[in-house]
Nanobody, 127 residues
Framework: QVQLVESGGGSVQSGGSLRLSCEVSGFTYSSYSMGWFHQAPGKAREGVAAIDNEGTTAYADSVKGRFTISQDTAKKTLYLQMNMLKPEETARYYC?????????????????????WGQGIQVTVSS
């Protein structure tokens, strides 16, 4: 059974930091590209950062220099270090996996029908 389980969310003040984790099981991690996405109420889900099986990364312009995506393939875990958080980044954050493709593509177009989503975790940034 495929599972993607996010953790590490919560509430933080503007300028603060959080580290999200996504533990996966049920599929071959090394055969997938991974990404973090967020969705605010009433808005579409958007790509935040993505990484492929070789460690190549891609970021949304709004988070470059503040967020870092990484992975531990042995632990089948994806991470997102978020620094200097802004109130407008309050959203539900989702981990996603899709068969290997360029991280820029995953970031811009999201998952295909062969991909998997986690259930998401709330991040709230107060001003």
């Amino acid at each position: 059974q495929v599972q993607l389980v996010e953790s590490g969310g919560g509430s933080v003040q503007s300028g603060g930091s959080l580290r999200l984790s996504c533990e996966v099981s049920g599929f071959t991690y090394s055969s997938y590209s991974m990404g973090w996405f967020h969705q605010a109420p009433g808005k579409a889900r958007e790509g935040v950062a993505a990484i492929d099986n070789e460690g190549t990364t891609a970021y949304a312009d709004s988070v470059k220099g503040r967020f870092t995506i990484s992975q531990d393939t042995a632990k089948k875990t994806l991470y997102l270090q978020m620094n200097m958080l802004k109130p407008e980044e309050t959203a539900r954050y989702y981990c996603g996996a899709d068969p290997i493709r360029p991280p820029e593509s995953l970031l811009d177009y999201g998952l295909t029908q062969r991909g998997f989503w986690g259930q998401g975790i709330q991040v709230t940034v107060s001003s």
